[in-house]
């Protein structure tokens, strides 16, 4: 799919080195526009790699965590000019070749966020997902989509396109440098009232592909039930949090007003003085 619009993959990269020439090599460079790597200390191979790919290469001065990383990545791409941007992953987990299908419901104005779901197509266990994952997911997604309204198969996934406007009024910086904030950014979107869209994609898992231990993603889960009970509490105007106000929720246009321009051709000229 060819699109007018200027398609930015930011790669949140640690350690990468193994499999970021795999994951680059199979992007469709007729879809994307241009590839940003940001690097959070990685101690490998990584930033060599990125240099030989001629990647437009982003490294922090220490490990900060993936939510940090992932800040400088919308940063940089907006700064970049995106019309949308896309989180691929350099650890080879996601297929690369899938960015047309990920960003056509935004291409089409049918969303705002696409999700690429591991367990959209049901085919996760048999993919290698650990079980005790599968059934951790299955419990917090349930338990999102009851905050926030929603009938969504995944929202844990690292494939995630977003369309130039959201990254603009959500609060992300104000967001967690941690792994809760996939999470943080989704309550955003949600509270800013976007649009989100989901896809079936199919994912790997072998060693060199991130994984979180099983104490980090327990410590994960709390997390994401304690954003929740957040949420639910700004939602229903209980506790306010400055994290969930957009910037487009902030305002709205009055009707009936003349623009600025017919304003100022209707105005009489100054007087000149003597």
């Known amino acids: 799919m060819q699109t007018q619009l200027k398609v930015v993959v930011v790669m949140p990269a640690y350690n990468a080195g193994r499999t970021l020439r795999l994951t680059y090599e ?17 101690t490998d191979a990584t930033l060599e790699v990125a240099r030989q790919l001629g990647l437009e290469i982003f490294v922090h001065n220490r490990n900060y965590g993936y939510g940090a990383n992932q800040k400088t990545c919308y940063a940089e791409a907006l700064r970049a000019g995106a019309d949308i941007v896309v989180m691929v992953h350099p650890d080879y987990q996601y297929d690369p070749r899938l960015v047309p299908q990920i960003i056509e419901p935004i291409v089409r104005g049918e969303a705002d966020v696409v999700l690429g779901s ?10 290698g997902m650990p079980w005790w994952k599968y059934i951790s997911n299955r419990f917090l997604t ?133």
């Open 26 to 42: 199979e992007l469709p460079k007729d879809t994307v526009s241009l590839v940003i790597l940001v690097d959070d200390g990685s």
């Open 118 to 127: 591991r367990l959209k197509s049901g085919s996760a266990l048999a993919q």
């Open 142 to 274: 349930g338990a999102e989509n009851r905050a926030f309204g929603l009938t969504l198969s995944e929202f844990h996934t690292g494939y995630r396109a977003f369309r130039r406007e959201v990254l603009e009024s959500v609060n992300f910086a104000l967001n967690s440098d941690g792994f809760v904030f996939d999470q943080q950014i989704i309550a955003q979107v949600v509270a800013g009232g976007f649009r989100i869209a989901e896809i079936a994609v199919p994912t790997r898992y072998f060693p060199e592909a991130s994984s979180a231990s099983f104490s980090a993603s327990t410590v994960y889960g709390l997390r994401i039930l304690m954003l929740l009970a957040r949420y639910s509490l700004h939602r229903h105007g209980l506790w306010r949090s400055r994290a969930f106000d957009s910037l487009r929720g902030r305002y709205t246009r009055l009707p009936g007003a003349a623009p600025r321009a017919a304003i100022d051709r209707r105005a009489p000229a100054p007087a000149l003085g003597r």
